[in-house]
């Protein structure tokens, strides 16, 4: 390693250079990274809802399905209207009661079921369906094209049509996200930095792998708007330690060594072993998302992950050649430092290590409690606004047509016209279906003449399976909900073991059963995995315990408090909340114990070890937590997407909850567990005294 820092040292400059020209591709591959927007595409392929919108989109072509409300047109101006939307590049079909009798015949010749599913008083429904699936560019394209009759009183709703107004917000505020994150992480620098200018230099330096990270994005094919949205604040909120960790080193041997280049040699050399050691664990949280059947976590896991490591390398790499070009400003243009070694605190913890210990133990049950009983939402509509068209065209099918979502039953069609006649009276009586639209309801001598079922046939009909269409009053997610297609499968399963449900409703119902899998899922691969890397790290047995057991504390206290507070949080919050905080907390911990150990060996007695790690250290990790904070709270204030909004929340205040816990509560653990970890640690020193 130390060749190596004398190569990165000597040939700087070039390396800078290429550095930069790296930026020009990377920047082209972010341009054609793909987003996607439709978080219920992450459902594994073998659940039974996905395996149903396949169906659904083969033999239908009713993947993407969305409802046009109009009101107060008359039947031929909606016919007119009709045939635009049909023309639009996109739109497969636009579905209306001239599809079954002519415009001239009076709506009340129409089959009951049929007339109250397309009329309520003045207002009618057209139902839209798209040639490809629901996050795909030309649905999308088509959706903005409709959405423009709005101005004609008539509203979109439907999933593709809240997928299409997510893109939209998403697309108009990150860069937002990216500004303040970087303008409040600059103001916590400058106050934990003696230097006007480092702080500065810093964010230039993680714009590198920022922008590698984000370009080499292009491998993966895509990446969702949860992880394009939150990859800047967190790569930058958890990866500016390593260039505070060179520049306090760099500075320290300058006054040891005649010229800067050896001084940077020497820092580098130093640097590199803390960050590469320091970002395996938050590596480590990272990669334990891909353990989720919900390929979303995979998507967040793997980008962040690389993130970290992109941002060591162009610590050790890039950074060394910027602060030496920087380096007299970065003397010169100084001011005191405001984050300062904490005093009292070293004090008050060695004296009152047991009360805080009792305290400790007296929080963490009722915290683990109201972690567990924190209510979550799965609904998506929840996380937008409630001014988005997509949003108000829900309400109207709601208000106008008793309609909120549509489960679409696949039955084979080898079962007899008789059985789904059955069937599909059965679902009527199921409570909170408010219609239900199948071809074999429309057969027989109470059809009007006028009525054609052959042009019902067509769409009901097709690839050797039959649709039975049916409206529901509840919204997806609900327990209503649930409960109501645990009763239709009930129902068609009789006729046919292999029936199926699509639509929101059935996916959303397998995303709450695949997540609650999920959340135990990666909370076990993230502990056992930091718990392994901690104990090489150490050669320890009781540390990994110690250590990860105050930041889940951290972790219970943090996402406990919604439960105080009364607030719901998306389903994917209690997922990833608890990964990512242990990962790119868990450093603070190790920091902490890393110091703990070295003054021990430097002949302290257990509380004066302790009193001194919680001085030395305090100003790093308050720096490294109020960026965090910072640069979380600082978009979640302004997020008006609640998904967004909330797992930054809870990550700003994570962050500092756990600066709080590692200066207070693991100090005491460590003057408690002293001669555990003395038995059961490789070559721990024997504290003075004992």
């Keep these: 390693m130390e060749k190596l ?28 990274t793909k987003v996607n927007y439709d978080i219920l595409s992450y459902l594994p392929a073998d659940s039974e809802s996905m395996q149903a919108q396949d169906i659904l989109n083969d033999d239908f072509n009713l993947s993407s399905v969305d409802m046009l409300v109009v009101n107060g047109m008359k039947d031929k101006d909606v016919l007119k209207l009709k045939k635009e939307i049909q023309d639009i590049k996109g739109v497969d079909k636009v579905i209306w009661r001239d599809d079954a009798t002519d415009i001239s015949v009076p709506k009340e010749a129409i089959p009951e079921n049929i007339q109250k ?17 629901t996050a795909s560019d030309t649905t999308m394209n088509a959706i903005a094209q409709i959405k423009k009759y709005a101005q004609m009183d008539c509203y979109l709703a439907g999933f593709s049509a809240i997928t299409e107004d997510t893109k939209d917000l ?84 300058k006054t040891k060594t005649d010229t800067k280049e050896d001084a940077m040699s020497k820092a580098i050399h130093a640097t590199f072993v803390s960050i590469t050691s320091s970002s395996v664990t938050t590596i ?62 070293p004090k008050f913890v060695s004296k009152h290590y047991k009360a805080i210990l009792i305290a400790f133990v007296l929080l963490f049950i009722p915290a683990i409690y109201c972690q567990a009983n924190v209510g979550q939402y799965y609904d998506l509509t929840q996380t937008l606004p409630a001014e988005l068209p997509s949003v108000e065209g829900t309400s109207q099918l709601k208000e106008k047509f008793n309609m909120t979502t549509t489960h679409f039953v696949v039955l084979d069609d080898k079962v007899p016209t008789k059985d789904i006649q059955t069937i599909i009276d059965r679902i009527e009586n199921v409570k909170g279906v408010t219609n239900v639209l199948g071809y074999e309801k429309y057969i027989g001598p109470g059809v009007p003449s006028t009525f054609e079922p052959k042009a019902v046939q067509e769409i009901l009909h097709n690839g050797g399976k039959r649709l039975i269409v049916v409206n529901s009053d509840y919204r997806a997610a609900t327990d209503q909900e649930n409960a109501q297609l645990d009763e239709i499968d009930n129902i068609i399963h009789e006729y046919d073991k292999d029936a199926k449900i699509a639509g929101e409703g059935a996916l959303t119902r397998d995303l709450i059963q695949v997540t609650n899998i999920d959340f135990q899922m990666v909370n076990v691969v993230s502990i056992v ?42 389903f994917i919050a209690g997922i990833v909340i608890g990964t990512i905080q242990l990962g790119a907390c868990i450093d603070y911990a190790i920091l902490m114990t890393t110091r703990f150990k070295e003054e021990l060996q430097n002949g302290l007695g257990v509380k004066e070890a302790v009193a001194t790690s919680i001085r030395m250290t305090s100003p790093s990790i308050i720096t490294s937590g109020l960026s965090f904070f910072a640069a979380c709270s ?57």
């Design 5 to 32: 820092s004398k190569f990165i040292v000597r040939y700087r400059k070039i390396i800078l250079i290429l550095s930069i020209v790296l930026l020009i591709p990377s920047v082209f591959g972010y341009l054609n």
């Design 117 to 133: 599913m397309l009329y309520s008083g003045d207002s009618t429904m057209l139902i839209i369906t798209f040639k490809e699936p």
């Design 170 to 253: 998403v697309n108009q505020e990150t860069p937002i996200y990216s500004l303040i994150a970087v303008l409040l992480c600059l103001v916590v620098l400058c106050l934990g930095l003696k230097s006007w200018v480092a702080p500065i230099v810093f964010l230039i330096g993680i714009m590198f792998p920022i922008i590698y990270n984000m370009g080499t994005n292009v491998f993966l094919g895509q990446i969702s708007y949860i992880t394009q949205a939150l990859a800047l604040i967190l790569q930058l909120a958890v990866t500016m330690d390593y260039s505070i960790f060179l520049l306090h080193r760099y500075q320290e041997e």
């Design 284 to 345: 480590a949280g990272f990669l334990a998302l891909c353990a989720m059947q919900l390929t979303l976590g995979r998507d967040i896991g793997i980008v962040m992950a690389k993130g970290v490591i992109l941002g060591v390398v162009c610590t050790v790499l890039v950074l060394p050649s910027l602060l030496m070009a920087f380096d007299k400003s970065i003397e010169k243009y100084t001011h005191p430092v405001l984050i300062k070694p904490l005093k009292r605190t």
């Design 529 to 570: 995995a930091i718990l392994l890397i901690i104990a090489i790290t150490f050669k320890s047995f009781s540390l990994p315990f110690i250590l990860v057991l105050a930041i889940e504390f951290a972790i219970c206290v943090n996402m406990g408090i919604p439960f105080l507070t009364h607030t719901q949080l998306p």
């Design 634 to 690: 600082g978009v979640a204030m302004i997020a008006k997407m609640d998904m967004i909004a909330a797992l930054c929340q809870l990550l700003g205040r994570g962050a500092l909850i756990s600066v709080i816990v590692i200066l207070v509560v693991l100090p005491s653990m460590l003057i408690v567990s002293q001669k555990l970890i003395q038995k059961t640690t490789k070559n721990w020193p024997v504290a003075k005294g004992e």
